[in-house]
């Protein structure tokens, strides 16, 4: 099983980036797949999630308004979109996948992508 990563960059705040997640070596359409970032001396923390029955989507609260997830069976990809950028958003972002339907805990979560670099400037 592969998660590879990618999308993250450099932006200004108020910016947008995109990052993507595409999988192989296991049936997409039945994880569940989340988004999850970590800050350099902070824990690894939950970001978004969408599940893999009905596609129900969850944030963090800092997040929500500006981030949205979605996911592509077809190409066995699952996306962020990521808006109105601010410097605390600035972290590694890693996405995963689980089989449970939904979790926002990283213990949950099965395969882990390398993860990508987001730097938001102020």
């Known amino acids: 099983v592969q998660l590879q990563a990618s999308g993250g960059g450099l932006v200004q705040a108020g910016g947008s980036l995109r990052l993507s997640c595409a999988a192989s070596?296991?049936?997409?359409?039945?994880?569940?797949t989340g988004w999850f970032r970590q800050a350099p001396g902070k824990e690894r923390e939950f970001v978004a999630f969408i599940s893999w029955s009905e596609g129900r989507t969850y944030y963090r609260d800092s997040v929500k308004g500006r981030f949205t997830i979605s996911r592509d069976n077809t190409k066995n990809t699952v996306y962020l979109q990521m808006n109105s950028l601010k410097p605390e958003d600035t972290a590694v972002y890693y996405c995963?996948?689980?089989?449970?339907?939904?979790?926002?805990?990283?213990?949950?979560?099965?395969?882990w992508g390398q993860g990508t670099q987001v730097t938001v400037s102020s």
């Open positions: 070596g296991l049936t997409f359409s039945s994880y569940s």
């Open positions: 995963a996948a689980t089989t449970r339907v939904a979790s926002s805990w990283t213990s949950d979560y099965d395969y």
